[in-house]
Structures are given as C-alpha cells and as structure tokens.
C-alpha cells in the first residue's frame, strides 16, 4: 500500500502488479495452489497454513486497495499544511494522513474482515481428503448433515454480526463522530460558534 | 512577536527573494521570471486577476510547488530541493492557506502544538502553554477542546493563524486567507492580521480584499499573467497606477 503511493517509481510498478494481481484471483485458486503446486516445490505446509496463507495473501491485496482509497481521500491541504509546518514526510503520513484515511475505511475494513472469515470455509477444500473419507457416514445421516449445516450458518452470522457492532464502536471510540468527519471533509464549517 | 532587531540588520538580509523563478504548467508559463525581495518587517500584498499566478507564487516560496528554474532563498539560505533540510526552512516560513487545512482529526489545542512539539521538540507542557496564549491572541482560546469541524470559518482560520505563529516563523504566506469566509467573518480574521502586521511580522498576502491592502501593506504587487508587472506604494497604486492593465484591474472591481 505504502509502495503504491510512494514516491519509487519500481517500488509503484512493483506494488501495483502485486495488489492487482491478489486481488483479481479468487481465494480457491490460491488455495489449490498452496494445496496442489506448493509442495511439489517442497513447500510443506501444515493444513492450518494451507487455508490460512492463501486467504491472508487474497485479503492483503483488497485490504492495501482499501487503505489506499482512504489515503486518496484525505484532502491534499491537510498534507500541505503539514509540510508547511516542516513536518518531515513519514511524520505526515503517519500523524496526518494515515490517521484520517484510517477512519474514512473503518467500514470497509471490516466487511472485508467478515469476507475474510466466510473464506474460511473453502478449508473443506484443504480437508478434502478426510472429507470423502468421512461422507459415507455422513450421507447415510443425511438429517444430522443439514443440522449440521443449520448450526454452522448460524455460528458464522453471530460472528459476523458481532464484528459488525465491533466495527461502529470503533468508529465511535476514534473520537470524531462520522458525521463530523464528512462535515469537515466537505469543508464546510459555518454551523455556529 | 513585536521583536524589531536593529535597522542595519534589516537592510542587510531580505527574509524572501526571488531571482528569476520561472515556472510552466505544461504549456501554461505560470511564473515568468519573477524577482521578489521582502524585507524584514515588512507586508507585501499580491494583487492581480484570477489565474494570474498569485497562488503559484506564494506556494513556491515554501517549494509546495516546485520551480523549473531561478532560486528562492530564505532570510539569504537557498531553498534546497528536498530532504531535511529542505523541511527546516519550510518551518521558518509560516504558511495561511484559503482553505484553513486545520488538521481535521486534532483537536484545535494540538492543531497548535504539533508543529513545536513534532518539529521544534518543545516539551508538550510548554508548547500546550504558548498555544493557549496564542490562541487567546487571536480570540479561539474557548474553544481548544473542539475539533476543527465544530467551529466556524473565522474561527478555523485565526486558529490557522495561532497554528502558524506557533512556530516562530520569520514570515508568514497568506493565499487568500478570507476568500473561503461569510462575509461576517471575514473582519475578525482581518483585524487579527492588521495587528499581526503593526507588531512587525513579516507578511506576503494575496488577497482580493483592497481596502485592507490598502490599509497594511507597505508594498503592492500586481501581477497579470504570471508576471509582475508593477510594484508600488499602496497609495501610489490605488490612485496613479503606473500600468494601464492595474488600471483596467482598478476598474473592474470598482465596477463591482
Ligand atoms: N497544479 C496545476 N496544474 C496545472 N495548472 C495549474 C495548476 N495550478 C494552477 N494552475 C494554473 O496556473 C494558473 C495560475 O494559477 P494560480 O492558482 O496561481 O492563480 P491565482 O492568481 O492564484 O488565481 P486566483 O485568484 O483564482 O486564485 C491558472 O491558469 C491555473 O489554472
Ligand atoms: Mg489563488
């Protein structure tokens, strides 16, 4: 994310590939990979990294666009009047900039973190294996299967749902309402003293 | 900041000059060798059509824009290109920006004392102190608490002022500093800069505001096209300007 904004004209290409690329391939696809490619170059991975690398790297790419969106947004004068104060460059990317464009994609962040938890079940796919070891049992309990299902459905919406009212507390406990920070983005400001 | 240093002194190093900075935004010859020289002390005013260059010229003084070629030097060190030293002469420079750019997640206490704090490294209980009294200077001291977006232009922008001062600076930018206000604010912002002139700070103003320049400035440019095509005496210039494109530009406000 850093890289694409940055100054480095390689480091921009560099990074511009890298994010382009985790995130125009679907998850299952770099799940295979990690399952199927990998260790035929030796790559021996636990199955626990086998769903959690892929789905971290996919993540990354939607997370570090996010962020980078947020960036954008931060209106240019904020930045200006931090250099003109003699702010050195990385004090006004990280007190000034970051900061803001951090608030501005809390919501988005966290629908990303709720995508993040329902790839979590392509892991069927790195236990696929036991799976069809297991299926003539579970088929011949096709009533226990559906429950089965039922519950776990209902597990991930409770986790999702909790994010979510996680996910406006922080908004909240950052200090600036969202409306406020709208307000002062549009900088319109003549509402009293 | 009612500092005044001894007259020989003053003549001897101007605090801003410019010598033969040029500047093109693509095609566009923004600034055409511009010679500029402000002293100690002294209030310049930037007068001039819209587009002619006045921003440009004011944001080249502390390098947010770059210049193609001609050198910029601050109290007679040269602007360097980048780098660390490049950002120790911006913070010798105040800058005032049409828009406020106080810092939207701060409060207005620590829109005040970030730069001492992060730049100057002054201890926080010193530079939270010297804020207060500067923001009592210019009349927002109740409101420190507050975030930018809860007060009103006028506030935000003599806050701006109070941010500016804060540092010391040698001189201070100010690019239209009331042209973003209601008419109703755009007096206490103003009378703030009027007595921040008759305590001898040194100031370089564009403003459209011409019974104010009139007021305070000391010098008046007046460019057109990205040129400085006269330099003169308030009272000079506002009833014998030397060129007739002043005179046109005279006129059509008066029209107004
Ligand atoms: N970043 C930029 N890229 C390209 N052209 C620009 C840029 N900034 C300004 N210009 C152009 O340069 C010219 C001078 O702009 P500048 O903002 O300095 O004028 P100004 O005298 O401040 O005008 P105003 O009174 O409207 O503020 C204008 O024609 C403007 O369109
Ligand atoms: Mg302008």
Known sequence: MLGRIGKS????ILSTILIEFTRGVPTL???YFFLLTAPQFGLKLSAFWKITAPVAISAAGVVAETLRSGVNAVPKGQTEAALSLGMRDGHVFFKIVFPQAFRYVIPALISELVIVLKDTTFAYVVNYADLMQNSRVLISNHDALL???????LIYIVINFLLNKISVALAGRN???QSVIRQSQEGTD???K | MANKENPTETAATPIITLRHVDKHFGQLHVLNDINLSV??????VIIGPSGSGKSTLCRTINRLETVDAGEIMIDGVAMPQEGRHLAEIRAQVGMVFQAFNLFAHKTILDNVTIGPIDVLHKPKKEAREEAMQLLKRVGVDQQAAKVPAQLSGGQQQRVAIARALAMHPKAILFDEPTSALDPEMIGEVLDVMTKLAADGMTMV???HEMNFARQVADRIIFMDAGSILEENTPEQFFTHPRTQRAQDFLNSIKNH
């Open chain 1, 29 to 31: 696809l770099f799940i």
């Open chain 1, 9 to 12: 004209r390689a480091m921009r």
């Open chain 2, 205 to 207: 103003i564009v403003t």
């Open chain 1, 190 to 192: 003549n509402y009293g």
């Open chain 2, 39 to 44: 002293k100690k002390g002294e209030v310049v």
């Open chain 1, 175 to 177: 200090g600036i309402p």
């Open chain 1, 147 to 153: 429950s089965v299902y039922l519950v776990t459905a």
